[in-house]
């Protein structure tokens, strides 16, 4: 529930300022940067994501050990799923 | 010097080991030998944290962490899932909820159990999955079933706001927000509870900031400190609160500044205000009714509000009488001292919610603690 995962903001929708496309260890999905229209981050910046929506702009150092804290709580896989998990694929709909 | 041992075995499994052993080294001179510390972290991710890094090992035995309410799955009432489930039954309605609800146990079984029997129950990792289940399914109603704290509830309000701007009509929320400031007032309320400190939580403050806990450090005179999730983290908090208990001071600090802005994420507020409105009061597990501790959808998006559109039972369960999950949430008993743990009540077959989610106390004790007790013992006998 409480997972914040770091990712990378690729790029931002031409259509949507409001929709990003972020990539977490090589997984690709689109957030929603709503909650940072106050701070608005752009291409190459990293943020905290929490179910699908970006929570804050971090450092590159932060975002790493963010993930570094993932792994040691065992919840990268879960996290990773989650991120794969965000658009829903159809892997996920059971 | 047996703990000891156990200490330099511990920090070799993590990041910046000699930081890890000073900040131990450090808790074991503030620690007052003659007194008895009682600390609460208020987040089920540190509960987590704490079983999976053993970090009772490295600490002094007079320094006692309890367990707090900051685990969203395990603090709803079992009629809140009955009530969500119920609407769902009806035709045509798809229930969308998180991973972590699906597996929780109703008086009729959980989602999962529900999904096996028919109905159309879908695992999202994100409201916006939900609002887009209405949008692919525009001759179904797709019912969201919304958990959590600060943390979670402004995705939920921007994705009702969203529904909204696109006429989305197909799409309601049953809004199960809670907020933890009520909480931990209802704690420190409570007559058999006794905390020196807090360790405050991590991802809600994103959102909330450090500011609205400072009534427990100048009325309660208790100190709190807002916390990250890594061993380091969670020692170098410890030793923020036992230097403030130690000058007798109680202040509010940061020491996840990292990641918490001591403002928190206004527009995250705006959102979740412009949305929702406190509940007049809300049943939380455990703690039973807690006044103004919870959001409800505010009349202007009532189109968007499961209970504001369907007829809801509003089902009260009791929970079975030999669990003692309301013991241990408000962390009177520890998770082993209930009478089912780890006979009739397991990760695998749980009765209480504390043992479905991994930041339910009973579910880290019984995965970390309890494994560790259980190869011990076949050591010990096998010697």
Redesign the interface.
Known sequence: MCLAIPGKIIEIASDNPESALIDVVGVRRRVDLGLLQDDRPVPGDWVLIHVGFAMSKICEQDAKEQMETLKMLGESEAALQEVSGYGLDDSITD | MKGFEVTMRFVDE??QPELISKAAEEIRRLADPGRHYRMMEV???HT??IY??GLKDVLPSNLELIHGPG???CVLPMGRIDDGLAVAQQPNVIFAA?G?MMRVPGTQGSPLEHKARGMDV????????AL??ARTNPEKHVLFFA??FE??A??TA?TI??AKAEGIKNFSVFCNHVTIIPAIRAILDSPDMRLDAFIGP??VS??IGCRPYEWIAQNERKPIVVC????LDLLQSIVMLLRQLKAGEAKVENQYK??V?WEG????LR?MSEVFQLRSYFEWRGLGFISQSALRIRDEYAEWDTEQRFSVPGVRVTDPKAAQCGEVLKGVLKPHQCKLFGRECTPEHPIGALMV?S?GSCAAYYNYEHRKMATANILIQTA
Not at chain 2, 228 to 231: A, L, Q, V
């Open positions: 993590f990041r987040c089920g991710g987590h944290a999976r890094f685990c969203p799955v998180f972590d879908r695992i999202v990792y994100s409201p916006a999955d887009k289940l958990i959590g943390t979670t402004p995705s921007l706001l969203r991590g991802h994103t959102v990250g999730f890594e061993p990292r990641v802005p994420n206004r527009a995250a959102a989610s930041e």
